[in-house]
């Protein structure tokens, strides 16, 4: 990481973070929690002004990226930032035809292009690839409920990712393999993780705090004249590996199709890479189905349909407990 890039870095972790908390703090205070123009204007200038230094600094720079992780958290960094403006009402795509800040766009553009990704922050940039120093992440706040809100999503992130990997290794073990009942076994273990983690972020996060505080960082805002989606905890493959391989949805169904052509370019390029294999594979369903004709009352076939379901069961479980739950 340049000299440059690293300064913005820690510019992100420290004053950044602290001028967002103290504004949260402010806007909090009030009767009226969601009023954000008019109040803290002090503050927001200096956060306005001393991020634009930074970006001005790399734009000069050129080529920012030194190899792949450096240039992805310059884009996160530089995507954060954007993220805050909109949040303080700095920005707003329903007011603007473009962005009133054009470096940080023309720097977004440029590191997002040479990635393959969106020109904003994504999921990865808060949660798999958020690298802690000295037991500090990357947020925007230091409010308790962020850091438990990006804590518990990393953990339920790699949980399902976990699962994926269990079920693809099935793809190519074949599911009539003795060894698959074991991956189902992990695949399960690793969902029983995620309905865990849900219901601590459902049992411990104060809904007041996460909705007024945390959720308006991932507004939707424009990168130049391009309005861009919020990131969402979804911009993963794993959770779509696991729709796919389990035969839940299908790619060549026009809304899921739809679904994954919105949320590929938020993801990481190897993410990306993990969804397009998985595209082009049987799924589990289909081999079994495959099968059961001939094989239906063999004791493999039985077991490995029984641990198929058990998993489909419980992945079913987690997904009706995040909307019945936290989505509500």
Excluded at 33 to 48: E, F, H, Y
Excluded at 162 to 181: M, N
Aim: charged residues 25%; negative net charge; glycine residues 8%.
């Amino acid at each position: 990481m340049s000299s440059r890039a690293e300064a913005f870095e820690h510019w992100i972790r420290t004053s950044f973070v602290q001028m967002n908390t103290e504004l949260e703090n402010l806007y909090f205070a009030q009767d009226n929690r969601a009023q954000v123009i008019g109040r803290g204007d002090s503050i927001k200038a200096s956060l306005r002004d001393e991020g634009h230094a930074y970006v001005v600094a790399l734009l000069a720079e050129g080529n920012t990226g030194e190899g792949f992780d450096s240039a992805y958290d310059v884009l996160g960094s530089v995507g954060l930032y954007l993220g805050a403006l909109r949040r303080h009402e700095l920005s707003n795509p329903a007011r603007e035809e473009r962005s009133p800040f054009p470096e940080a766009s023309s720097l977004a553009l440029h590191v997002g292009a040479s990635l393959g990704m969106a020109p904003r922050f994504s999921t990865g940039h808060l949660t798999t690839h958020n690298r802690a120093r000295a037991g500090i992440r990357k947020s925007f706040t230091s409010l308790a409920d962020e850091f438990l809100f990006i804590d518990e999503n990393t953990r339920g992130i790699l949980a399902l990712q976990r699962a994926a990997d269990a079920l693809t290794s099935i793809v190519h073990l074949g599911v009539s393999s003795p060894v698959a009942e074991t991956m189902f076994d992990v695949a399960k273990q690793a969902i029983r993780d995620v309905i865990q983690i849900n219901d601590r972020l459902l049992n411990q996060l104060d809904v007041e705090r996460f909705f007024y505080c945390v959720r308006p960082y991932y507004k939707t805002y424009r990168v130049g004249r391009q309005e861009y989606r919020g990131a969402n905890a979804g911009d993963f493959s794993g959770i779509n590996e696991l729709d796919l391989l389990l035969g839940l949805c299908r790619a060549n169904d026009p809304y899921y199709a739809n679904l994954l052509v919105d949320k590929m370019l938020f993801m990481l390029p190897s993410d990306q890479a993990r969804l397009r294999d998985c595209m082009t594979r049987t799924s589990l369903l289909d081999e079994l189905l495959a099968l059961a004709a001939g094989y239906g009352r063999t004791d493999w076939f039985q077991r490995n349909a029984r641990a198929y379901l058990e998993v489909c069961d419980l992945f079913g479980q987690s997904a009706a407990q995040h909307h019945d739950g936290l989505v509500k």
